[in-house]
C-alpha cells in the first residue's frame, strides 16, 4: 500500500476547501487504456529472459531491447495511473505528469459544450472521450481520454452545472478504476 500510495497524484491537495470547493467524484483512467503498455512488459519481460539462451552479441542486443521495451511500457502504465480527471462542485480539472505534474482546470460557468465521444470497444468495455469546449477555445483541459462510465460521469457534471449538487460519487481510495 505504501508504494501505491507514494504514486497517487492527491489531488486532494488542489480543492480550494477555503472558496467552499468539494470533491464530488475523481475519476481514474479506464483499465483499456493499460492493456497495450502491459502487454508490451510482457513482451519485453519474454525478450528478456529469451537474451539468455543466446552468446555474445546477441545477448547484449535482447537484453536491452528487452529493459527499453519493458521499462517504457512501465512508465506509461505509470503516466496512466497518474491521470486522474476530477469533477467539483466549482470546477473540472486534470491533473496528470509522473515526475513533474501539469493540472488544468475549466470553471464549471465557463464550460459552452460538453461532446462525448464513445468509439465501438468504448461502447462495450464502457469507456468514452470528453470533449469541453469554453469560451477560451485553446485551453489545457479540452480533450479527456479513456473515461470509465462517460455517461455516468456526464451526467454527474451536468447535474453539477445546474446546480443539482450529488453527494460525493466515489472517493479515490474506493474508486479502483475498473
Same mark, same amino acid.
Request: no cysteine.
Given at each position: 500500500?505504501?508504494?501505491?500510495? #507514494?504514486?497517487?497524484?492527491?489531488?486532494?491537495?488542489?480543492?480550494? $476547501?477555503?472558496?467552499?470547493?468539494?470533491?464530488?467524484?475523481?475519476?481514474?483512467?479506464? #483499465?483499456?487504456?493499460?492493456?497495450?503498455? !502491459?502487454? /508490451?512488459?510482457?513482451?519485453?519481460?519474454?525478450?528478456?529472459? +529469451?537474451?539468455?539462451?543466446?552468446?555474445? +552479441?546477441?545477448? #547484449?542486443?535482447?537484453?536491452?531491447?528487452?529493459?527499453?521495451?519493458?521499462? *517504457?511500457?512501465?512508465? /506509461?502504465?505509470?503516466?496512466?495511473?497518474?491521470?486522474?480527471?476530477?469533477? $467539483?462542485? *466549482?470546477?473540472?480539472?486534470?491533473?496528470?505528469?509522473?515526475?513533474?505534474?501539469? /493540472? !488544468?482546470?475549466? =470553471?464549471?460557468?465557463?464550460?459552452?459544450?460538453?461532446?462525448?465521444?464513445? =468509439?465501438?470497444?468504448?461502447?462495450?468495455?464502457?469507456?468514452?472521450?470528453?470533449?469541453?469546449?469554453?469560451?477560451? *477555445?485553446?485551453?489545457?483541459?479540452?480533450?479527456? $481520454?479513456?473515461?470509465?462510465?462517460?455517461? *455516468? /460521469?456526464?451526467?454527474?457534471?451536468?447535474?453539477?452545472? +445546474?446546480?443539482?449538487?450529488?453527494?460525493?460519487?466515489? !472517493?479515490?481510495?474506493?474508486?479502483?478504476? $475498473?
Amino acid at each position: 500500500m505504501g508504494l501505491i500510495n #507514494w504514486l497517487d497524484p492527491h489531488v486532494d491537495r488542489y480543492i480550494l $476547501t477555503t472558496a467552499d470547493e468539494h470533491k464530488v467524484v475523481e475519476v481514474h483512467k479506464h #483499465w483499456a487504456v493499460m492493456v497495450w503498455p !502491459a502487454v /508490451r512488459v510482457a513482451a519485453g519481460v519474454v525478450i528478456f529472459v +529469451s537474451a539468455f539462451a543466446f552468446q555474445g +552479441s546477441i545477448y #547484449w542486443i535482447l537484453v536491452f531491447l528487452g529493459l527499453v521495451l519493458g521499462m *517504457q511500457a512501465l512508465w /506509461r502504465i505509470l503516466e496512466e495511473y497518474r491521470d486522474r480527471f476530477v469533477i $467539483t462542485n *466549482q470546477r473540472v480539472f486534470r491533473v496528470h505528469g509522473v515526475l513533474a505534474t501539469a /493540472r !488544468a482546470s475549466v =470553471p464549471l460557468l465557463r464550460i459552452l459544450d460538453i461532446t462525448v465521444n464513445k =468509439p465501438v470497444i468504448g461502447r462495450w468495455l464502457n469507456y468514452g472521450h470528453f470533449v469541453f469546449e469554453s469560451a477560451a *477555445q485553446v485551453q489545457g483541459l479540452n480533450k479527456i $481520454t479513456f473515461v470509465k462510465d462517460i455517461d *455516468q /460521469r456526464e451526467d454527474v457534471v451536468r447535474m453539477v452545472m +445546474s446546480g443539482d449538487m450529488p453527494q460525493q460519487i466515489s !472517493a479515490s481510495a474506493e474508486d479502483d478504476g $475498473t
